[in-house]
Nanobody, 120 residues
Framework: QVQLVESGGGLVRPGGSLRLSCAAS????????MGWYRQAPGKQRELVAA???????NYADSVKGRFTISRDNAKKTVYLQMNSLKPEDTAVYYC??????????????WGQGTQVTVSS
């Protein structure tokens, strides 16, 4: 199986920055796409940003120019640098991976979520 462990959430003032990290572990044959989703109270979970193993990335329109996703394949870790944070960025952020374990087919894997709160 594949486990994803997130870190880096917290409380930040508007205009501030945070960096989220997510490390994958377990019996992993290949990790294809890694990314971040978020879910605010009363809203559906939405894609924030994702990056392929080759380094191609895509972003939600609401975060373009403010957030940067990056990935260290050797460490099986994905990062989300969040700058110019706004109150509307407040949500639980979930790490996601589309990965293939050594024993089993490709599947979606999720972290436990980390709270990001943007407030003065």
């Amino acid at each position: 199986q594949v486990q994803l462990v997130e870190s880096g959430g917290g409380l930040v003032r508007p205009g501030g920055s945070l960096r989220l990290s997510c490390a994958a572990s377990g019996s992993i044959f290949r990790i294809n796409t890694m990314g971040w989703y978020r879910q605010a109270p009363g809203k559906q979970r939405e894609l924030v940003a994702a990056v392929t193993s080759g380094g191609s990335s895509n972003y939600a329109d609401s975060v373009k120019g403010r957030f940067t996703i990056s990935r260290d394949n050797a460490k099986k870790t994905v990062y989300l640098q969040m700058n110019s944070l706004k109150p509307e960025d407040t949500a639980v952020y979930y790490c996601h991976a589309w990965a293939t374990p050594y024993l089993g087919p490709p599947n979606n894997y999720w972290g436990q979520g980390t709270q990001v709160t943007v407030s003065s």
